[in-house]
């Protein structure tokens, strides 16, 4: 039944320190503009949901198009072990000890501030304590929707969203 809900934008959650981690989350929220925090849902068996529990740390990367096959990877397999098969590049984050990564077009950097077993998921939510992104991607406050930012259909199925936009 939850598949009525999408399509959903996708994101990549990095996650740890010494050893990083990355899956493909679609259930992500805002939770509050002041401050500033979102939420993701985690299923226990995922590595990633490990990492965040005991670093209490995690970024939300936005990939494009051209990281599909990284999304699709991370979305798959489990463990880091996966990221040998990725083409994506860590680089430092400001805030936090996870690694951001390069490509993606933003990256929030979060401090977890509560978490919550809902079901067979946990909903972590984290304080974004900093953030990159690309300038190109986000012209004058709002997505350039030429940067072909991802939204997941159906099983193996994902779009961009279209280059037109609807003002009423």
């Known amino acids: 039944m939850y598949h009525l809900l999408y399509p959903l934008r996708s994101y990549l959650i990095v996650s740890g320190h010494e050893e990083t981690d990355v899956m493909t989350a679609d259930w992500l929220t805002v939770i ?7 939420g993701v849902a985690i299923a226990p068996k995922r590595y990633t949901h490990k990492l965040i529990r005991q670093y209490r ?18 979305g798959t397999k489990s463990g880091p072990g996966k990221i040998k098969n990725m083409g994506i590049t860590f680089i430092e984050s400001k805030k936090v000890k996870v690694k ?15 978490e919550r077993d809902y079901g067979d998921h946990t909903f972590f939510v984290g304080e974004v304590v900093d953030y990159t992104y690309n300038k190109d991607a986000f012209e004058g406050g709002k997505p350039n929707m030429q940067c072909n930012f991802l939204a997941h259909v159906a099983l193996n199925e994902f779009v961009t969203f279209e280059k037109e936009t609807h003002k009423i």
């Open 32 to 38: 509050s503009y002041k401050p500033f925090m979102i």
């Open 57 to 74: 740390e995690f970024v939300v990367a936005a990939p494009t198009l051209e990281m599909l096959k990284d999304v699709w990877i991370a």
């Open 100 to 114: 951001s990564i390069k490509e993606a077009v933003a990256n929030l950097e979060c401090k977890v501030v509560d």
